[in-house]
């Protein structure tokens, strides 16, 4: 197989990487919203619920939909970094900072 063949099977590859990113960045945003709309619409209906219950519930779900955001945020970086990748530029030092991030998210969790 030529490079060139090897080039462009690459870029093929990286083309259906970013529709399927695209696909479950819409799908987790989808997601997203349905989970903040249910969540919404369960604590204004709730009965029984203080408010300390009506807060805990909120914040909840407040953390869910963060979390399914973060995700697609994630999803969009790597698909970025794999284009860059496959044009054949240097990306080392975005993914220090990439791994930089993810140790300070550990560090903060912790």
Known sequence: MAVGDDLRNANEQAERLQENARLIQDAFGNIAESISAGLQEAIDNATGLDDIGRKVQKTFG???VKGLKSMVTSIDKQVSLQSKLNRGADITKELEQERE??????????
Do not use: S
């Open 62 to 64: 407040n953390d869910i």
């Open 101 to 110: 991030k993810v140790q300070n998210t550990i560090i903060a969790a912790k």
